[in-house]
C-alpha cells in the first residue's frame, strides 16, 4: 500500500506510470537493466515534487540513446550515482533535500563565521 502511493506520490497517476513502464520493457535488455537500476535509486533518493517528468526524461534518454547504440557507461559515465544525481538536480521542484542541504551549507557557515569572530 506504502509503494503504491509512494509511486502515485512520485510520479503521478497510475496511467502514467503504467505508460513508463510498458515503453521500458520495449528497451534492450542491458538499457532496460540500467534503466531499472536507476529508477531503484530515485525511488530511494527521491524525485521531489516533479516525477513524472524525470523519469520520462530519463527513459527518452535511454530510449534514444538504445536507437542510436550508445554505449551504456557513454550515457552515464564511470559514476552512475553522480550521473543520477546531476539529473535529479535538473529537477528542483518541490525537491526538499536540495533545500535542506543549502540549509545546511548556510549553517555551517555561520557556525565557522561566528566561531571566527569570536576566536
Known amino acids: 500500500m506504502f509503494i503504491s502511493r509512494f509511486i502515485k506520490w512520485v510520479i503521478g497517476e497510475k496511467k502514467q506510470w503504467r505508460q513508463y513502464k ?4 520495449q528497451l534492450p535488455a542491458s538499457y ?15 524525485t521531489g515534487g516533479d516525477g513524472t517528468a524525470i ?10 540513446s538504445a536507437a542510436n547504440r550508445t554505449p551504456i557507461r557513454q550515457i552515464v559515465g564511470e559514476d552512475p550515482v553522480e550521473f543520477i544525481e546531476t539529473f535529479v538536480r535538473n529537477y528542483p521542484k518541490g525537491q526538499w533535500i536540495l533545500r535542506e542541504r543549502e540549509r545546511l551549507t548556510q549553517a555551517l557557515e555561520r557556525a565557522a563565521a561566528e566561531q571566527t569572530q569570536g576566536s
Open 22 to 25: 510498458t515503453r521500458a520493457k
Open 55 to 64: 523519469y520520462a526524461d530519463l527513459l527518452d534518454l535511454f530510449e534514444q
Open 32 to 46: 532496460r537493466t540500467a534503466l531499472e537500476a536507476l529508477e531503484r535509486y530515485l525511488m530511494y533518493f527521491g
